[in-house]
């Protein structure tokens, strides 16, 4: 569990380090460049150690599987909630397809 968490809040860092900027496109680049990494620095103060801690009850694809969705789920809560955008039907419809993709890497086969 403690994996999930890490990589969560990890997540919230990497999407804002990402996307935040976007509504202060008055800033200049180079700021907002600086601003980003030094917030992606949180992040990976956070993925690290869930990768770290989590590897061996997760193999390395299934790590990333695991951040892939975390990271969709972050970027669409924070693309309606900060960025006041839409969500759209067709977004939902490739989200549960990728998370039916989850199935298909955790599955024993």
Do not use: D
């Amino acid at each position: 569990m403690s994996t999930i968490v890490l990589l969560s809040i990890s997540n919230i860092f990497m999407t804002i380090a990402w996307y935040g900027h976007l509504k202060y496109k008055s800033s200049p680049l180079w700021i907002v460049i600086l601003v980003s990494w030094l917030i992606a620095f949180f992040e990976y103060c956070f993925q690290v150690p869930a990768n770290r801690y989590g590897h061996g009850q997760f193999n390395a694809t299934q790590l990333k599987t695991i951040q892939e969705i975390l990271s969709l789920t972050t970027f669409a809560l924070f693309s309606i909630w900060y960025l006041k955008e839409p969500f759209k039907w067709n977004y939902a419809v490739g989200f549960v397809f990728i998370c039916l993709a989850v199935i298909f890497i955790f599955k024993e086969w």
